[in-house]
């Protein structure tokens, strides 16, 4: 059956469906503006080479991904000294390789499931399943169970995102498979598992992949908002052009023009039509950075006024921006000012919706409201 996870796909390519709002269409303004009133606040630091951060809901504890291979586990204010999870055997960490993320099943608080994406010693993408021990804060290593295994034919372009979303499936962003210009022509290819968005049901008796999105080159981090029904990914580009890619998750199937297009610009236009691929709603050029990191749309409490806005950064330049979506269109972008976060690697959030942004050098930052002066 694990030969049969990685080989049976399910390739959706209807673009069927309608819900959750209308189609987000790209706009033809690309300025942020300056905005001030946000502050990124330390939380933790000395984590090693953490790249994400999440917590099931509720869960006052909050879970940090080192690409070595460990989760630690943050309460109240601590590093536990104690791994959540350690595959550090399991991996060869490095470059854009190692232990990328975790995700908690919807129903964790029963069934204690936590899946993980990770690159094995051979560079291959690997997701697992494994459950909790006895000890809430300590996963039972014996547990692992594979749910799917995929050829990396490069070492970089791993995706590497893993997500429940508000069907209870399990969404998995796979890179391209590396190397320049997608060489091996993953992104448009109906068959590979590479360049696409994936979705497994993890709860059927055999779990198989169903490819809900192509067209991708490196979604390194995507997000859901139920509320709105949107999906959003953060694609990373090739030599000019990042982009945020927003649709209504009921539409599966969709091309997003990797490598015909880089962000809303032709790539290798020869020989291929653009038609009917899906424009960025949001895009930004290499003079603005080099490489985003998608981040949430914050949902929290502590901050009302940004319920609905979507968080993104980018990993050289650190500033922070954000914008709204309405009627198909990206507004309020706004770029905070006084703001930096470093070499961002992620985003996270806690079990109570909040915001977090995990840097690189080993800080974990919240989001949260400026003081004022004085104050």
């Not at 580009?237 to 809303?264: C, F, H, I, S, T």
Request: glycine share 16%.
């Amino acid at each position: 059956m694990r030969q049969l996870l990685g080989a049976l796909v399910a390739l959706v390519l209807a673009g069927c469906g309608e819900g959750g709002g209308p189609p987000a269409t790209a706009d033809t303004s690309d300025a942020f503006q300056p905005a001030t009133g946000l502050a990124l606040e330390e939380v933790a630091h000395g984590f090693d080479a953490p790249l994400y951060a999440i917590a099931p809901p509720g869960d006052p504890r909050l879970f940090v991904v080192e690409q070595g291979g460990r989760v630690r586990i943050l309460e109240g204010g601590r590093i536990l000294p104690r791994a959540f999870l350690d595959l550090s055997a399991k991996t060869r960490a490095g470059g854009e390789r190692g232990l990328l993320s975790i995700a908690f099943h919807p129903l964790y608080a029963r069934n204690g499931f936590v899946f993980v994406d990770y690159t094995d010693t051979n560079g291959d993408t690997r997701i697992e399943r494994y459950k909790v021990s006895a000890d809430p804060d300590v996963i039972d290593p014996a547990s692992a169970r594979l749910v799917l295994r995929v050829d990396q034919p490069y070492s970089n372009h791993n995706g590497g995102h893993v997500l429940f979303g508000p069907d209870g499936r399990l969404y998995v962003g796979m890179g391209d498979g590396g190397s320049g210009g997608d060489p091996h022509g993953n992104g448009q290819n109906e068959s590979a598992l590479l360049g696409k968005l994936l979705r497994i049901d993890v709860d059927a008796a055999d779990p198989r992949a169903e490819i809900w999105a192509l067209g991708l080159r490196n979604p390194w981090r995507f997000a859901f908002d139920p509320p709105s029904g949107m999906l959003y990914i953060a694609d990373v580009g090739q030599n000019r052009w990042e982009e945020v890619d927003v649709m209504p998750l009921a539409r599966p199937g969709l091309n997003y023009g990797w490598n015909v297009r880089e962000g809303k610009h032709d790539y290798k236009p020869a020989g291929r039509s653009s038609g009917g691929m899906v424009s960025p709603l949001v895009e930004y050029s290499h003079d603005d950075g080099c490489s985003i990191t998608g981040g949430f749309v914050y949902r929290g409490k502590a901050l009302p006024e940004l319920a609905g806005t979507y968080f993104f950064s980018d990993y050289c330049t650190g500033w922070l921006r954000s914008f709204r979506v309405r009627e198909g269109r990206a507004i309020e972008r706004k770029q905070w000012q006084g703001v930096s976060a470093g070499d961002v690697t992620s985003f996270g959030l806690d079990g109570a919706g909040e915001l977090y942004v995990v840097n690189g050098g080993g800080k974990l930052l919240k989001l949260v409201r400026a003081r004022r002066a004085g104050g």
